[in-house]
């Protein structure tokens, strides 16, 4: 007797908000726009005067305090801390989906954030009061591929982009992971876990000079631009070899 094959569903794009394409090519187009603006010497002065008020405004609790929080936008934990809630979830639904987004979201920040960064060639506002002691006018402007890479790799932030594309990851693992231990996430759990981090992480970069404003602008595009990638995917429908059947089961609609 044959076995009736299983029949998949059609693997069809899953919803985001603001749903349609028009948004994806707005972030992309403010992206190339910022870029080009600098490219052409442009919003320097914004820059410089965002810039200057947090160099004036910089006591030593607040200096430290931030310097703490930024710590939520640091790309290898929050790397680590996806792949381990990811792994733990496929173990408990014997499921190697919620591995999946994981490592496309690493795959993706890899060839985006870095390059995008080696490219524009940008150093920070404090390259002028510390290593490599630039002039304050030499810090502003892109492409400044005669200085060595570790001091020209400001441009965008990759706290910024790093800390909206990894907190929705956690967003999107976190709601199936505790739904396996029979728990419910209250959808504003959702929405603090993916709004509140990036808009502290944003804060606190340009805030203690580690970014230009619009560096951090830049990364928020981008980050936006990505999340909203990670989130078109249909994890739960996402052909995988028939060697993995045992271990292919959905975790964004389980239970």
């Known amino acids: 007797m044959r076995e009736t094959p299983t029949v998949r569903r059609k693997v069809q794009l899953r919803p985001v908000r603001p749903a ?49 929080f930024n710590y939520l936008g640091q790309g290898t934990p929050l790397t680590l801390l996806a ?42 506002p404090s390259a002028s009061v510390k290593e490599p002691f630039l002039p304050a006018e030499q810090t502003l402007p892109l492409f400044q591929d005669d200085l060595p890479l570790r001091f020209a790799q400001s441009y965008p ?8 594309v990894w907190y929705g990851v956690l967003a999107l693992l976190l709601a199936p992971l505790l739904r396996s231990f029979g728990r419910s996430v209250p959808p504003r759990l959702v929405t603090v876990v993916r709004v509140v981090p990036p808009v502290v992480v944003m804060f606190t970069t340009t805030y203690l000079g580690w970014h230009w404003i619009t560096d951090s602008v ?28 045992n271990w292919d089961r959905p975790f964004i609609s389980y239970p």
Do not use: E, M
């Open 20 to 68: 349609g394409w028009w948004c994806d090519a707005l972030l992309l187009a403010a992206l190339v726009g910022i870029t080009v603006a600098l490219a052409a010497g442009q919003l320097f002065g914004l820059d410089r005067a965002v810039a200057d008020w947090a160099a004036d405004h910089r006591p030593p609790v607040a200096y430290w305090t931030a310097v703490v």
């Open 83 to 124: 792949a381990g809630l990811g792994v733990l979830l496929a173990v408990r639904l014997r499921s190697v989906r919620p591995i999946l987004p994981p490592v496309v979201a690493f795959v993706l920040t890899t060839f985006t954030i870095g390059p995008l960064k080696v490219w524009t060639a940008r150093p920070a």
């Open 157 to 164: 932030s990759g706290h910024v982009a790093n800390a909206i």
């Open 218 to 245: 830049a990364g928020l595009l981008l980050g936006l631009l990505l999340d909203r990638i990670l989130h078109r995917v249909p994890w739960d429908d996402v052909p995988l070899p028939g060697r993995l059947r």
